[in-house]
């Protein structure tokens, strides 16, 4: 991706660890990358189970304003936030969702790729948890708005003690979903009369 300002939304529900995911992204910018970073959250009236987004500006300049305004990158973890959400992605924007929690989206003009988190943590890393921590994978892989590096050392430098291997598996889980999903063409042509695209496979 070119230098330059990158606005982030990761939404979902409480209680999937989006909150955390985001701080880590940030921490993997400042901290590890040299660039600018700032990050905010909001909840909705449920801690657990209600809505929930964290989003992240990342830029190799000065930061003037702390909310995105134009995303660039856009994380989904329930149809509800595809819902309320994907209208704030621009043009040529990423959008990234969980094909489990998210069957129904319409093709707009955006690089869409459809990962099972959920899926893939449970399943392959063994702590359904930890999905936030492969979709972080699947974020980097896929835009490179920090490096692999910086990524990993951030989520090792947060994560609790003794839990290290697994959250690295969950990380090399989304980095190898995220390579084999850019393997395909990802979707970037706008459906015929907006047709629901739930079943495509990007």
Do not use: W
Not at 63 to 69: L, M, Q, R, S, T
Not at 175 to 187: N, S, V
């Amino acid at each position: 991706m070119p230098n330059k300002k990158k606005e982030i939304r990761l939404s979902g529900s409480g209680g999937q660890g989006l909150v955390l995911a985001g701080i880590i992204l940030a921490e993997a910018a400042v901290l590890y990358d040299g660039k600018n970073a700032v990050q905010t959250q909001s909840y909705g009236p449920e801690a657990r189970g209600g809505a929930s987004k964290s989003e992240v500006i990342i830029s190799e300049e000065d930061i003037d304003y702390p909310k995105p305004e134009n995303l660039d990158i856009l994380l989904c973890l329930t149809q509800e936030s595809y819902d309320e959400y994907h209208h704030d992605l621009k043009r040529g924007g990423v959008l990234i969702v969980d094909q489990d929690l998210v069957p129904d989206i319409f093709l707009r003009q955006h690089r869409t790729y459809r990962i099972p988190f959920t899926s893939i943590a449970s399943d392959q890393v063994g702590k359904k948890f930890v999905a936030n921590i492969v979709a972080l994978g699947a974020i980097v892989a896929v835009t490179e708005v920090v490096s692999r590096e910086a990524i990993v050392k951030a989520v090792m430098a947060r994560v609790p003690k003794g839990t290290e291997q697994l959250n690295q598996r969950a990380l090399d889980a989304g980095f190898d979903a995220a390579d084999k999903a850019q393997a395909e063409e990802p979707t970037k042509e706008e459906s015929p009369n907006g047709k629901n695209a739930g079943n495509h496979k990007t």
